[in-house]
């Protein structure tokens, strides 16, 4: 069935296409936990499935769900975002040039170092925000794949992807984005010109917190794309039918959850920026950003959920906010409908880029007053309790 491709982005989501199982005619989507499928006396297949490791019709509802949200032309599920990553690296060429961010998450920089370590990839990085140095670099000395997370984690840095791609276009350069963060909802990577999106949709796509998988999405089919979707089906890192139907179910509210959060995050951000608790307010949609105007070009309908603060009073007192917060539930992970804090430093531990005083919140659909009182209360004694530490 054809993605309806008038109706707007909440519409797709909302119904999850309007997918109608034609025997009973449900309404909500349909599990599909059979692992194999029954052939005919003459030997085909009329179900058109063989065995569900590469050809599950689990996957087929979210995933052409996805390659709409995104206007991709297919979207492939992955066992968690980290599978889905390292699918797209893995099936490049051996010994490929790969083009990291400084900023990007940082499970998958260890995962680029160690692939480069053991020479299977050769591994580079640029500076997030600057743009001329990445065109220069990709004229210079073009990489087979350019890595583009934006905005970054966890100091939400912001990349170009338009003229990032069109660089990349004219050096012969693939180029993925890593989309978590702004979701399908708020930035379209393909349509600026990237070749592939990649998500943890452990994140907003999913949305509560109950599901790990991630997803990749190509503009057009291609070698490197067949060796993808190939890897997936013989190397069998799949994602399971139950997960498949719960991240559908999430995806049904991805408009509304990314809508309240990225709202919450403007106010939240807005408030800090200037109290004296706070040294510094990272998120995109404040004008004081570096990324302001190129975050607002390229998004739409808001600047995301996620934001930073560097705690004045520095570590100590970062990690006593941390432990007062009582709303913001103290966490890993981001993109569900609670709200986290978490001190990203101790998380990457040594050789972390992280400022030690930055606390990365991730907010959710909480009423934003309870979130905001929150943040008071937990933000009043900082640099009391800091004094109380020994000399
Ligand atoms: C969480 C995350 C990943 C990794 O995804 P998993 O589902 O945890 O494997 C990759 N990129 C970003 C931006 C993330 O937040």
Same mark, same amino acid.
């Given at each position: 069935m054809n993605a309806p491709r008038t109706l707007s982005p909440d519409t797709l989501a909302a119904q999850a296409l309007g997918w109608i199982a034609p025997q009973h005619r449900d309404l909500a989507p349909t599990i599909h936990p059979a692992s194999t499928f029954e052939?005919?006396?003459?030997?085909?297949?009329?179900?058109?499935?063989?065995?569900?490791?590469?050809?599950?019709?689990?996957?087929?509802?979210?995933?052409?769900?996805?390659?709409?949200?995104?206007?991709?032309?297919?979207?492939?599920?992955?066992?968690?975002?980290?599978?889905?990553?390292?699918?797209?690296?893995?099936?490049?060429?051996?010994?490929?040039? /790969?083009?990291?961010?400084?900023?990007?998450?940082?499970?998958?920089?260890?995962?680029?170092?160690?692939?480069?370590?053991?020479?299977?990839?050769?591994?580079?990085?640029?500076?997030?925000?600057?743009?001329?140095?990445?065109?220069?670099?990709?004229?210079?000395?073009?990489?087979?794949?350019?890595?583009?997370?934006?905005?970054?984690?966890?100091t939400w840095e912001?990349?170009?992807?338009?003229?990032?791609?069109?660089?990349?276009?004219?050096?012969?350069?693939?180029?993925?984005?890593?989309?978590?963060?702004?979701?399908?909802?708020?930035?379209?990577?393909?349509?600026?010109?990237?070749?592939?999106?990649?998500?943890?949709?452990?994140?907003?796509?999913?949305?509560?917190?109950?599901? /790990?998988?991630?997803?990749? /999405?190509?503009?057009?089919?291609?070698?490197?794309?067949?060796? /993808?979707?190939?890897?997936?089906?013989?190397?069998?890192?799949?994602?399971?039918?139950?997960?498949?139907?719960?991240?559908?179910?999430?995806?049904?509210?991805?408009?509304?959850?990314?809508?309240?959060a990225c709202a919450s995050a403007q106010r939240i951000a807005e408030t800090l920026h200037g109290d004296a608790r706070v040294a510094q307010v990272l998120y995109p949609g404040l004008p004081s950003h570096p990324g302001h105007a190129v975050a607002a070009a390229q998004m739409q309908g808001g600047f995301g959920g996620m934001l930073s603060i560097r705690v004045a009073g520095g570590e100590a007192a970062a990690m006593a906010v941390a432990g007062r917060l009582q709303v913001f539930k103290r966490a890993t992970s981001l993109g569900s409908v609670e709200s986290l804090v978490e001190h990203r430093a101790s998380v990457e531990g040594p050789g972390t880029l992280c400022p030690p005083d930055l606390l990365r919140l991730s907010i959710g659909i909480e009423a934003v007053d309870d979130l905001l009182a929150d943040l008071d209360q937990a933000l009043d004694a900082p640099t009391r309790m800091a004094d109380r530490r020994p000399a």
């Amino acid at each position: 069935m054809n993605a309806p491709r008038t109706l707007s982005p909440d519409t797709l989501a909302a119904q999850a296409l309007g997918w109608i199982a034609p025997q009973h005619r449900d309404l909500a989507p349909t599990i599909h936990p059979a692992s194999t499928f029954e052939r005919a006396a003459d030997g085909s297949y009329p179900g058109g499935r063989l065995y569900s490791r590469d050809q599950s019709p689990a996957y087929d509802q979210a995933e052409t769900l996805l390659a709409a949200l995104e206007g991709g032309h297919q979207a492939l599920l992955f066992p968690s975002g980290m599978a889905a990553a390292t699918a797209l690296v893995q099936a490049l060429e051996p010994g490929a040039r /790969v083009l990291a961010p400084h900023a990007m998450y940082w499970g998958l920089r260890n995962w680029l170092q160690e692939l480069a370590t053991r020479r299977q990839i050769a591994l580079d990085f640029y500076d997030n925000a600057d743009g001329e140095a990445l065109a220069a670099v990709l004229r210079t000395m073009p990489p087979r794949l350019l890595w583009i997370e934006t905005p970054a984690n966890p100091t939400w840095e912001v990349t170009d992807i338009a003229a990032a791609c069109a660089a990349a276009r004219a050096a012969g350069t693939l180029v993925a984005v890593d989309s978590t963060v702004p979701t399908p909802l708020l930035t379209r990577p393909l349509a600026l010109g990237a070749d592939f999106v990649m998500h943890s949709a452990t994140k907003y796509l999913n949305g509560h917190s109950d599901v /790990v998988a991630g997803a990749l /999405v190509c503009r057009e089919d291609s070698p490197v794309w067949q060796r /993808v979707r190939q890897n997936r089906a013989q190397g069998g890192a799949v994602l399971g039918p139950f997960e498949a139907w719960l991240l559908l179910r999430g995806m049904r509210t991805l408009p509304l959850r990314v809508r309240q959060a990225c709202a919450s995050a403007q106010r939240i951000a807005e408030t800090l920026h200037g109290d004296a608790r706070v040294a510094q307010v990272l998120y995109p949609g404040l004008p004081s950003h570096p990324g302001h105007a190129v975050a607002a070009a390229q998004m739409q309908g808001g600047f995301g959920g996620m934001l930073s603060i560097r705690v004045a009073g520095g570590e100590a007192a970062a990690m006593a906010v941390a432990g007062r917060l009582q709303v913001f539930k103290r966490a890993t992970s981001l993109g569900s409908v609670e709200s986290l804090v978490e001190h990203r430093a101790s998380v990457e531990g040594p050789g972390t880029l992280c400022p030690p005083d930055l606390l990365r919140l991730s907010i959710g659909i909480e009423a934003v007053d309870d979130l905001l009182a929150d943040l008071d209360q937990a933000l009043d004694a900082p640099t009391r309790m800091a004094d109380r530490r020994p000399a």
